[in-house]
């Protein structure tokens, strides 16, 4: 099933790159990409089989990912991480799974993780509150993923959890203008003093130890990946993939353009672009090439009943963290080296170049602290397995 959806996606990356001014335009992934892309079953892809799902190999779905960004890079960052969430819906209480898809398996979930609220415990669950910014693609989803932090009734923090939480219990606010992945729709969400009952919440440190409630029911091999290592691949693939559109655009380009600079000399035959182009491939080849074999080595792992070793998670956030520098300056030299014409509105180029640095700055693209937390195993320190 996995090979009909990448086929289905792959039909519709001439629409998307026609599309992608559009999707700048209205700040948000068009209504119709969204359901074309539902039509392919690209959004079960992660899903639990017993919900209509195909709990297909996560490579499969960042491949489709990879693919996706290459034609409209806002589109592909929303369907990474918008897509990847029926992972994680699964492994919340059989509860909470029913209450998003008991009635409509088709139904669409946003995130904001970083624990900007407040959670307060209360009788058979939460209280929270807070604002999250960059909830990416939240206009076409009817519940949201939020990070928050509880605290106890002295309040002391005691926990960092995960609160899934329905349409009617927050507001989406439009502030997002931005230079770069500018129709992603990334706004913000704001909870005001909502309930949440604890079977609707999922505590990291469960998640640190590639445990949640949900595996009872649903038992794919899947679910027991970490949740670090799937998670920060989706925020990497779709840059990978800007990369790739990149450096299609940029070969097209060069194979036309004549250097007037340079007495008309055909831009396919100088020896010194035909160097860039070869280190910017290998730079995007290595950047998927790591991300896809260590999310195989970890499922190897757990295929064969063995915890995955720490030092194997970290390197998956090294690579991943990497990879995503590594795509970033592919499309850095390919930009510098197509002329003035990659600065014309409407080309890829450009886009990708704006794109790939809006992903950069998101918090899973920290080089320095993955990096040295990879260092500080290696050395023989102690390391905190929840974070990756």
């Known amino acids: 099933m996995s ?147 509880v605290f106890n009734e002295e309040g002391n923090v005691i926990d960092f959890k995960t609160f899934m939480v329905p349409r009617e219990k927050y507001t989406i606010i439009d502030v997002w203008h931005m230079v770069g992945l500018s129709g992603t729709g990334s706004n913000d969400i704001l909870v005001e003093d909502q309930f949440i009952p604890e079977a609707f919440t999922l ?43 990149a450096y299609a655009e940029h070969v097209e380009m060069q194979q036309a353009r004549s250097r007037a600079a340079y007495l008309g000399e055909k831009a396919s035959k100088d020896p010194f672009a035909m160097v860039r182009i070869a280190r910017a491939s290998s730079e995007i080849d290595a950047a998927w090439a790591l991300l896809t074999n260590n999310i195989r080595e970890e499922m190897a792992y757990v295929q064969r009943g063995e915890r995955i070793p720490l030092g194997l998670r970290l390197r998956v956030r090294r690579d991943q963290v990497i990879g995503s520098e590594r795509a970033i300056e592919a499309i850095d030299a390919l930009f510098e080296a197509s002329g003035g014409r990659a600065l014309a509105q409407g080309t890829y180029l450009q886009r990708a170049w704006r794109d790939a640095h809006a992903g950069r700055v998101h918090a899973a693209n920290d080089p320095e602290r993955a990096l040295q937390m990879f260092g500080a195993h290696e050395f023989g320190h102690k390391v905190d397995p929840g974070m990756y």
Not at 4 to 15: F, K, N, W
Not at 100 to 123: C, H, I, N
Not at 205 to 228: A, I, M, R, W
């Open 203 to 245: 505590s990291m440190g469960e998640t640190g130890q590639c445990k949640g409630p949900g595996q009872e029911v649903n038992t794919s091999d899947l679910y027991k990946l970490p949740f670090h290592s799937i998670f920060t691949g989706t925020i990497t693939t779709p840059i990978i993939g800007m990369a790739m559109g």
């Open 3 to 149: 090979q009909a959806v990448l086929d289905g996606v792959r039909d519709l990356l001439p629409t998307f790159r026609e599309r992608a001014d559009e999707t700048e335009r209205l700040r948000v992934v068009p209504d119709s990409s969204v359901k074309e892309l539902e039509e392919t079953g690209f959004f079960r892809l992660l899903q639990p089989k017993r919900f209509d799902g195909f709990e297909s190999d996560p490579v499969d779905f960042y491949t489709a990912v990879r693919d996706i960004a290459s034609a409209c890079g806002s589109t592909g960052w929303v369907s990474s991480v918008v897509g990847v969430h029926p992972w994680q819906v699964a492994l919340f209480s059989d509860e909470a799974q029913q209450a998003v898809w008991g009635e409509d398996t088709s139904t669409r979930l946003s995130s904001s993780y970083a624990p900007t609220g407040k959670a307060t415990v209360t009788d058979g669950g939460y209280t929270l509150s807070g604002k999250w910014s960059f909830s990416s693609g939240c206009d076409h989803c009817s519940w949201v993923l939020l990070g928050g932090l």
